[in-house]
């Protein structure tokens, strides 16, 4: 078996085409600051890990998150009705850890959440490189989601992170989408509504005081096009950054980004833009899931917001696409880990 941490405690930066294999952070030489060596137990405290799946469709946008820090394992879900303009389910929960667990291979294995009436999974499989989200609400079947990774450049990287860790996150965006949704006793066929998903897997030791911004474009083009989209900063940008966008599954590199909104009012239009102007989009929120807990002993202050995109983005060879209405997600998130 591969494993990502070598056997002198490092880990690789940089780029990635083929999979890292496990995560195995136990074996990770953590320092402090000053460069010294911290016991096995900060490893435990300090070790951060989520999953992240999400579809847009002609009618319907969904998201939903399992995650794990030494402060909580927490799960969210939701489901906004694009006909209706409505967001028509919210649910989350923390729970303890005897009823989670969280893979550390990104390309193989289960992580699954269960409890107060909810049970999550995500089913990762190396051989057919399919990714599985399921969601069982109340003893019924709510979404059963699959992604196909086989004609997807997936997007791999591990950059440092504050003066001793790294972040390594897997994502891929504009990818096609099958399965189901039951909702209101009807079942809807995911491929036939149009749906396409954006998955992020993300691992490693991140700044104990965590902050980003996130956008995502997963939809179809008016010609028929499969586009992605990934741009972010705050944490994955030492000296190379995960900014990319997919064409009909074809990942090409693009620029740093700038994010403005109204700190005030999230619900406003946001601007997204490079320095150079080949990245120029304006997100448009339809609605928002959002944790706001500035008391808390580890503060939370986190709004995902989903609507729609308009401007351009720079794609393969320079080339500018032009971005008419598609549907995607916005991301503001500060975080205290341990």
Not at 35 to 55: D, K, N, Q, T, Y
Not at 245 to 262: A, I, Q, R
Request: glycine letters at 8%.
């Amino acid at each position: 078996m591969i494993n990502f941490v070598t056997e002198k405690g490092n880990v690789p930066f940089g780029f990635f085409k083929q999979p890292m294999g496990l995560i195995n952070y136990q074996d990770f030489q953590l320092r402090d600051a000053t460069r010294r060596i911290l016991p096995s137990s900060a490893r435990e405290e300090r070790f951060v890990h989520f999953h992240f799946m999400g579809f847009t469709s002609n009618r319907f946008i969904a998201g939903c998150s399992l995650s794990k820090s030494s402060a909580q394992t927490a799960v969210f879900f939701y489901l906004f009705d694009r006909q209706k303009s409505e967001l028509v389910l919210k649910k989350g929960c923390r729970i303890d850890e005897g009823n989670a667990a969280l893979t550390l291979n990104p390309d193989d294995g289960l992580s699954w959440l269960s409890g107060r009436g909810k049970e999550v999974s995500f089913d990762l499989s190396n051989d057919n490189l399919y990714r599985k989200l399921f969601i069982l609400l109340d003893g019924s079947p709510l979404l059963e989601l699959y992604i196909q990774e086989r004609e997807m450049n997936t997007l791999r990287l591990c950059t440092p992170t504050g003066p001793s860790g790294w972040t390594y996150v897997q994502k891929i965006a504009g990818a096609p989408a099958s399965g189901k949704l039951i909702w209101q006793g009807v079942e809807i066929d995911l491929l036939e509504d149009g749906a396409t998903a954006h998955y992020d897997f993300t691992a490693g030791f991140l700044r104990r005081e965590t902050f980003w911004n996130w956008a995502c474009i997963t939809g179809i083009s008016e010609t028929g096009d499969m586009v992605g989209l990934n741009l972010s900063n705050g944490v994955n940008e030492t000296g190379i950054h995960e900014n990319v966008v997919w064409l009909n599954g074809k990942m090409t590199t693009s620029p740093s980004v700038f994010f403005e909104y109204d700190l005030d009012d999230l619900s406003k239009p946001w601007r997204i833009q490079d320095q150079e102007g080949k990245t120029d989009l304006q997100f448009t929120p339809d609605g928002a899931y959002t944790a706001f807990h500035p008391d808390n002993p580890n503060p939370v202050d986190f709004t995902q917001a989903f609507g729609r995109f308009q401007g351009q983005i720079s794609a393969q060879n320079g080339k500018i696409l032009q971005i008419n209405n598609l549907p995607g997600f916005t991301e503001r998130q500060y975080s205290v880990w341990w």
